[in-house]
Nanobody, 123 residues
Framework: QLQLVESRGGLAQPGGSLRLSCATSALTLEYYAVGWFRQAPGKEREGVSCMNSKGGSTDYADSVKGRFTISGDSAKGQVYLQMNSLKPEDTAIYYC????????????????WGQGTQVTVSS
């Protein structure tokens, strides 16, 4: 089980921005794909974004393309999710996760998870 610890989320107004961080290790970023997922109340967990190992290719859910950006800093062992132009429907618990497989937005392919952090978008 890999260590993945999300930073505190927060509250943002519609149209605002937040950046989430996930503390892991340089080895995780070297050998695992990492992803961000979210789960809104009453809904299933869904993939938001992922990034292949070694800062490789990325993928995004259609609902966040052009607004969210995933990135990593292997020296710091951090994975980031920059969220811009936030919408109320982005409100959810956000999770960081890792998989030994290639980047995918499928929840079932990830076997290491952080504890989650709440993001609320409201005026």
């Amino acid at each position: 089980q890999l260590q993945l610890v999300e930073s505190r989320g927060g509250l943002a107004q519609p149209g605002g921005s937040l950046r989430l961080s996930c503390a892991t290790s340089a080895l995780t970023l070297e050998y695992y794909a990492v992803g961000w997922f979210r789960q809104a109340p009453g809904k299933e967990r869904e993939g938001v974004s992922c990034m292949n190992s070694k800062g490789g290719s990325t993928d995004y859910a259609d609902s966040v393309k052009g607004r969210f950006t995933i990135s990593g800093d292997s020296a710091k062992g951090q994975v980031y999710l920059q969220m811009n132009s936030l919408k109320p429907e982005d409100t959810a618990i956000y999770y960081c996760a890792a998989t030994p497989l290639r980047c995918t937005l499928q929840v079932s392919q990830f076997n290491s998870w952080g504890q989650g952090t709440q993001v609320t978008v409201s005026s």
